[in-house]
């Protein structure tokens, strides 16, 4: 069974760049969440794609936009990158929009 | 806003004694919950979870309390092992499967 995956591991942008970061979900699972974690801070929910439709957003603004494909995985668009961007990236996976969620180990994103 | 507090950063607790993590919520509205934990470099792992329907839910040496009056719910490790040192993170949501919110974590250090 694989694991959820993200790439890059690490990404340097600057302001005002766009970047697209990506996740293959754990095999089996069709709904992928994606959350931000700024140092120091737990997770915050960014949004959710269940079967490539969009299923709950968080208090983020509209340069994050997300995209889930046919075979579930999953990209994280941000647009005109803000140093306020520098964060982990993490993305989960899970069956039928379930609460067990599993995470891969996240993408830094630096904004220089 | 947040909906989800770990008012304490860091624990530590000798080898064989218990490990008690806290967390606090303060939307009324959440009915499940659950505690991950995270090791440096790795995303986080789901360990245990509750709905509100009860207030205890145990799985080997975790079980999680839930205090629905006080808003409440606390993670207790016995025995506490040095493989369990990691950030313990505490989530909550307002139905199974979307939007989870995060404490802050706690990071836990067993001591030998």
């Known amino acids: 069974e694989t694991g959820v995956t993200q790439s890059p591991t690490h990404l340097i942008k600057t302001r005002g760049q766009q970047v697209t970061l990506r996740c293959s979900s754990q095999?089996?699972?069709?709904?992928v969440s994606w959350y931000q974690q700024a140092l120091g801070q737990g997770p915050q929910f960014i949004f959710q794609y269940y079967r490539e439709e969009e299923n709950g957003r968080g208090n983020f603004p509209p340069r994050f936009s997300g995209l889930q494909f046919p075979n579930y995985s999953s990209e994280l668009n941000v647009n005109a990158l803000e140093l306020d961007d520098s964060a982990l990236y993490l993305c989960a996976s899970s069956f039928e929009r379930g609460a067990e969620q599993y995470f891969g180990p996240g993408t830094r994103l630096t904004v220089t | 806003d947040q909906q989800v507090k770990q008012n304490s950063p860091s624990l530590s607790v000798q080898e064989g004694r218990i490990s008690i993590l806290n967390c606090d919520y303060t939307n009324s509205m959440f009915d499940y919950f659950l505690w991950y934990k995270k090791y440096p470099a790795e995303g986080p792992t789901f360990l245990i979870s509750i709905s509100s329907i009860k207030d205890k839910n145990e799985d080997g040496r975790f079980t999680v309390f839930l205090n629905k009056s006080a808003k409440h719910l606390s993670l207790h490790i016995v025995p506490s092992q040095p493989g369990d040192s990691a950030v313990y993170f505490c989530a909550a949501s307002r139905h199974t499967g979307n939007q989870f919110y995060f404490g802050t974590g706690t990071s836990l250090t067993v001591i030998p």
């Open positions: 095999s089996g699972h069709n709904t």
